[in-house]
């Protein structure tokens, strides 16, 4: 009974380089999200799919990429690593899209250096 | 300009002290509430889904309201356990124009309470 999981946790990287953030879900769960998570900011909308092959951006899409090939899998992308991108990352599932709740990963901690 | 505004940012109550959290939210046609709670070095944890003015929900000495423009979220007689961030989220109407697809969150309110 695993629900949701993020890897890594922690991933230290450097500017440019490439990183992928992984999301697992056990629920079969429709609906997938991504989040950053910064101080004075709260949490923010990256990515989020529907269903296996489709997605759409949130509101802070740039330099990000997801894909979503099989259900229970949803990961993050970050194609040339930036300071700005320096933050906490969180997967989230939900039955439905409107006025469905959410549920959360355990997140991972990035830093770009 | 925030749609999902958090007050206070930070409380600090002693143990048994009740008090109230609020959520205020700024556009029409609210698809739903959400209250979660988060603690340190944790992803949120879901507490209640609210749809509709009038409505409320309660989980042990938690207990959510829903009024046409803001949430409260009362928590009665606290304990130290129930010392976390409280994020609120709203879902409004897609193509609203003033946000994203998907929850908007507000900052949170940081609760310490104190034995």
């Known amino acids: 009974d695993a629900g949701i999981t993020q890897s890594p946790r922690y991933k230290i990287t450097e500017t440019g380089r490439q990183v992928t953030l992984m999301c697992h879900q056990t629920w079969s769960h429709s609906y997938m999200f991504w989040y950053r998570q910064d101080l004075g900011h709260g949490l923010r909308l990256i990515y989020y799919?529907?269903?296996?092959?489709?997605?759409d951006k949130g509101e802070v899409p740039d330099g990000y990429v997801v894909s979503r090939s099989k259900t229970e899998n949803f990961p993050l992308t970050l194609e040339s690593a930036t300071r700005s991108q320096t933050s906490v990352y969180f997967c989230a599932s939900s039955l439905g899209f409107d006025s469905y709740e959410q549920y959360f990963g355990p997140g991972t901690r990035l830093t770009v250096t | 300009e925030d749609q999902v505004t958090q007050s206070p940012e930070a409380l600090r109550l002693q143990e048994g002290e009740s008090s109230s959290l609020n959520c205020s939210y700024t556009?029409?046609?609210?698809?739903?509430l959400f209250w979660y709670r988060q603690d340190p070095g944790k992803g949120p944890e879901f507490l209640f889904t609210l749809y509709s003015a009038g409505e409320e929900k309660e989980k042990e000495r938690l207990k959510a309201t829903l009024t046409k423009k803001e949430s409260f979220l009362h928590i009665t007689a606290p304990k130290p356990e129930d010392s976390a961030t409280y994020l609120c989220?709203?879902?409004?109407?897609?193509?609203?124009?003033?946000?994203?697809?998907?929850?908007?969150f507000g900052k949170g309110t940081h609760l310490i309470i104190q034995p």
């Open positions: 799919s529907a269903a296996a092959d489709i997605t």
């Open positions: 989220a709203v879902q409004f109407p897609r193509y609203s124009g003033g946000g994203a697809d998907g929850l908007t």
């Open positions: 556009v029409s046609g609210l698809r739903g």
